[in-house]
């Protein structure tokens, strides 16, 4: 059965501080996976996707089928990116995203 | 902002009572989803819809039904049968072709008296 584990329920760091959110994932076929975010008091959106290998407000996210795991990462942390991140993939033959847990991520001053 | 709303924003459910919750979409998506949000268990999909007149159950439909009787539409209803519907509610759509793109609406809290 296909999972996604989000082992981090929070995550602390500093502005300036390198993050990285943590994603595996457990799936029989050919994994396609996202990274959803969640903002205070805004909606849940999409943030990125591995298929695109694109940097969206500077945070890149690789899929490494050895490892199944597809870790979000950003160099320096940002105030603002303080937010709800959740790890999507995509199953029932492309018709429906499981989503983990959710990472809090908090950025300090 | 439009695009997929949500009602009512708060809702209170008592002991027995069924309760519907409203989903509209105005983005001409073919599908649409619905989902329970609870504290440490992430987005758990309970129905979607690929098609008007067809929905298929997710991981926790127990409890819980809709309709697809137009395409802008997705009612859920939670069923005196969910023993535990205290949640947070979150409705989406998308396009058939790109169904991991999905536009999340802001979402209904439902609350037992």
């Known amino acids: 059965a296909q999972r996604v584990t989000q082992p981090e329920k929070l995550l602390s760091v500093f502005k300036g501080a390198p993050v990285e959110l943590k994603c595996n994932y457990s799936?029989?076929?050919?994994?396609?996976l996202f990274w959803y975010v969640q903002y205070s008091r805004q909606r849940l959106q999409l943030l990125l996707r591995?298929?695109s290998r694109e940097s969206i407000k500077g945070f890149t996210a690789d899929l490494n089928k050895g490892e199944t795991s597809f870790h979000l990462k950003k160099p320096f942390a940002q105030e603002e990116d303080s937010a709800m991140y959740y790890c999507?993939?995509?199953?029932?033959?492309?018709?429906?995203?499981?989503f983990g847990t959710g990472t809090q991520l908090k950025v300090e001053l | 902002d439009g695009g997929i709303t949500q009602s009512p924003k708060y809702l209170f459910r008592k002991e027995g009572q069924n309760v519907t919750l409203s989903c509209e979409q105005n983005?001409?998506?073919?599908?649409m989803y619905w989902y329970r949000q609870d504290p440490g268990q992430g987005l758990r999909l309970i129905y979607y819809?690929?098609?008007?007149?067809?929905?298929q159950k997710g991981d926790i439909a127990e409890g819980y039904s809709v309709s697809r009787e137009k395409k802008e539409s997705f009612p859920l209803t939670v069923t005196s049968a969910q023993k535990n519907p205290t949640a947070f509610y979150l409705c989406?759509?998308?396009?058939?072709?790109?169904?991991?793109?999905?536009?999340f609406g802001p979402g209904t809290r439902l609350l037992v008296l």
């Open positions: 989406a759509s998308s396009t058939r072709t790109r169904q991991e793109t999905q536009y």
């Open positions: 799936y029989s076929g050919s994994p396609e």
């Open positions: 591995h298929i």
């Open positions: 999507a993939l995509l199953t029932g033959g492309g018709n429906k995203l499981t």
């Open positions: 983005l001409n998506h073919d599908a």
């Open positions: 819809s690929q098609i008007v007149n067809d929905f």
